[in-house]
């Protein structure tokens, strides 16, 4: 069965410093691996996918995530983050067949 | 395009009473999901459905939780006998494939 973990519940940093968020998966085979999301008072929103080819993927507003299979990771990365990146954001895990599996979220808090 | 519409926005039950959630998936998806979201869990699957029928229900408590896709402009996601622990945001979203997710604004169930 796939699962995803986020081991950081919050994250904190100012703006215009670098922001990673991390994220471990546990998955069988080849996994189809996302970022989503979540504005305050909006609905999940997709900010990247990987599926296969180039391990580092590139998302809308500035974001990028890295495959990692030996460490089974998919981190998310932005060189320098602003305050309208304050929302809570969500991996996920999934193949060709079943539906993604959502790690808990983190809640990235930009400070001015 | 509208987007997912997932109504109503809010509800509030007394426990005990039985609640109804519908979403309208986005025209030409074939596949709907259904995901529960709170504080605590983060976001837990549910349910979901491919070309109307069932495709894996493995996140639905076995008791109280129902959901249907009758055709494919809605699905219903029922539960019998709401209890406080019910309470969360409910999510609905509907895709192409199993891929990238389209998400509703959501359902917030408050059950007193």
């Known amino acids: 069965a796939q699962s995803v973990t986020q081991p950081d519940a919050r994250v904190t940093v100012s703006e215009g410093a670098s922001l990673q968020l991390r994220c471990k998966y546990s998955?069988?085979?080849?996994?189809?691996l996302f970022w989503y999301v979540q504005y305050p008072r909006q609905g999940l929103q997709l900010l990247l996918k990987?599926?296969?080819?180039?391990?580092v993927v590139q998302g809308v507003n500035g974001f990028e995530a890295e495959f990692i299979k030996s460490n089974s990771s998919f981190h998310l990365r932005k060189a320098s983050v602003h305050w309208s990146d304050s929302a809570v954001y969500f991996c996920?895990?999934?193949?060709?067949?079943?539906?993604?599996?959502f790690g808990a979220g983190t809640k990235l808090s930009v400070k001015p | 395009n509208a987007g997912v519409i997932q109504t109503p926005r809010h509800k509030v039950t007394g426990k005990g009473q039985e609640a109804t959630l519908w979403c309208e998936p986005i025209?030409?998806?074939?596949?709907v999901f259904w995901y529960r979201q709170t504080i605590v869990q983060g976001l837990e699957f549910l349910t979901y459905?491919?070309?109307?029928?069932?495709?894996?229900d493995s996140g639905m408590p076995k008791e109280r939780f129902s959901a249907q896709m009758p055709n494919q402009s809605h699905s219903t996601l029922k539960i019998q006998s709401t209890q406080p622990q019910d309470s969360a945001v409910y999510l609905c979203?509907?895709?192409?494939?199993?891929?990238?997710?389209?998400f509703g604004s959501g359902t917030r169930l408050t059950v007193l």
């Open positions: 979203a509907s895709s192409l494939d199993v891929e990238t997710l389209y």
């Open positions: 998955y069988s085979g080849t996994p189809y």
């Open positions: 990987y599926y296969s080819g180039d391990p």
């Open positions: 996920a895990v999934s193949d060709n067949n079943n539906a993604p599996r």
């Open positions: 025209s030409g998806h074939s596949a």
């Open positions: 459905f491919r070309n109307q029928a069932p495709i894996d």
